[in-house]
DNA sequence: CGTTATTTGTGCGTATGTATT
DNA sequence: AAATACATACGCACAAATAAC
């Protein structure tokens, strides 16, 4: 059988990013029994073969669950969204489905705290605030840092230049076809804190409600900071997930 | 054409289980090539498509990373990933300096969500609760649930057995030395929470408080759960610390 | 610089097994 | 017992990326 000539996204890829989408927008809420294979080979007019590699992408990321002889079924708890995080890669391709709106266009401040876990001898630096959205729902608050010199690298960028900007950059994207030393490596900081008034109106939730707090200072190889990140995420929308994995020996 | 009959583990299984085993236990280190398709097939007598099956998992998971044209190549490296409280082993050891005070013992209970994410046919597992101590002050509190296989393990162990109980131990550690299949794998999935009326009293903060939620679910090399852990800790005196390095190639 | 061999990626057909309804 | 639905396995054809010549 012939295929398609020159086709940009696979078949497969078409179908499960349907159906990723369709779950998250509740479509099929938690436990609705999904379309069969065969319906939908037959929908998309590909082979059940194609539906089935669809299905198992979706069952690795844990959209989906399936039962032999009952179904597909969603597994999506309460529409959050979930991400498995283990490497800076995984960061830098949060962009694939999210969007960045700026809050706070990039500008000069003085942040004696930011300055310092930055190890800049001066108080001063670069900031922006932006808000993370998945299907138009913001998940995320983010204030990112950056030292003078970085920020820079950034003057021209339209992405970080003025509020209600929306785009599906990351700020270590952006910087990173710009620097000598690439970024390397990251440390992130994990915590549960009380939303402030200000965070709560942004994100839609109430003052005082548990908000995850993610801290994150990108470095190159060279250990030299690159970029300090403070994230708060709805713990409805947003869980961190990691896998971890021993070695045997 | 025919299917080999009643076979326990998938042929894919077998391989992808074989090509782990053989990566964790560092036969193909670093970025070394492993063999292709083609001789993977040919030496366990499986086709071309079975082995691309079991790398398809292997790939998901991300023990190795593929190129077309080039070909697989093992992608685990030293503590490629997690450094500080991210690896299996920084968990087992989580009672360095940390003291274990039972608050429940271990008992039977019927829980519907535990043991589905247990991946427990019926609705019974076994679950113990204690306060995780540092300097006498107490920072998290952990339920364990185990599958009934598994918590008979542990029935003449003091450590769990009594209300008040203190030692130095983990579950995980008491449990290992006694499995068939060692504890290879975890998956964490970390948010905020608020904290209920008898979490603060336990852990001597106020209702509503934000606290951080960790639950992990450790698994065996072949993926099959052993224990389910959802811990609350008090953010002022515990955050989650995990350093990322981006793999460059 | 093109050609060729190697290697992975995609797509589909077919057959059969197993679990559920 | 039969129908339904997912699981496994193999085969084939062709596409696309890479490397060697």
Redesign the interface.
Known sequence: MPVRAAEQTAAYQVVARELRTAILRGTYRDGVRLPTEAELADHYRVSRQTVRRAF??LV?EGMVYRVPGRGTFAAVRDGQY?RQI????D?MSLSVDTMMEVVTPLQRRVDVDAAGRLHLGADVVHSVVFRRLHDDVPFCITTVCLPPHIAALLVGAPEVASAGTVSDATIIGLLDPHLTD?????????????ASPSLAASLGCNT??????IDRLYMT?TDVPVELSISY?L?EH????????????
């Open positions: 198992h992408d690795s979930l283990g490497s800076v890669e960061l690439p970024i390397a490596q990251a440390e992130q900081s994990i915590t549960a804190a009380a005082g409600d548990a908000v995850l707090r190889i995420f713990p947003y869980s961190y997930r990691v896998r971890l994995r021993r070695t045997l020996r």
